[in-house]
């Protein structure tokens, strides 16, 4: 009995330390990470997702105007452009706002 203990005792602290190395994955958090099952990134796909991703040197975090994240920044970038495009008279790349 004492065995079985200590082997689901092992078992267990092995698991918590591979999540926490899995959680420093930083890919989903990255400029060039498509959320795209062919390619999940466009610099280095077959590295993508795994553990030798950690400490990327070509990592960039998101920024609002990547592609990626054009859902999640819409919701709370919507009241900026709207409004920016509602001055008839400042076309609206001027501005910077593609339409």
């Known amino acids: 009995m004492v ?3 200590w082997s689901v005792s092992v078992v267990l602290r092995e698991g918590v330390h ?12 990255c400029e060039f990470f498509t959320n795209d099952y062919r390619l999940k990134c466009t610099v280095r796909p077959c590295v993508a997702c795994t553990e030798d991703a950690i ?39 001027a501005t910077g706002i593609r339409i």
């Not at 591979?18 to 958090?29: A, D, T, V």
């Not at 409004?83 to 400042?90: A, G, L, R, V």
């Open 55 to 93: 400490g990327c040197t070509d990592f960039e975090p998101k920024t609002c105007f990547a592609n990626s994240c054009q859902q999640h920044c819409s919701r709370s970038h919507k009241d900026y452009a709207e409004k920016q495009t509602i001055n008839p008279s400042i076309p609206p790349l």
């Open 18 to 29: 591979q999540l926490r190395r899995l959680h420093q994955i930083p890919c989903s958090n």
């Open 3 to 5: 065995m079985f203990l």
